[in-house]
């Protein structure tokens, strides 16, 4: 669950399927096929 893409993957799919539309960015560390990023210490921004 420290893993970039399973954090933006879960976050993205939260907002999609409650609103039907996706308005996060994918960020600059998202993991790519040739290598991961990882997130230990990352806190998720509420929405306003």
Do not use: H, N
């Amino acid at each position: 669950m420290q893993c970039t893409g399973f954090q933006i993957t879960l976050l993205r799919g939260a907002e999609w399927a409650a609103t039907g539309k996706v308005t996060q960015k994918v960020p600059m560390d998202f993991p790519s096929s040739f290598e991961f990023s990882m997130r230990p210490d990352y806190k998720a921004r509420l929405l306003d």
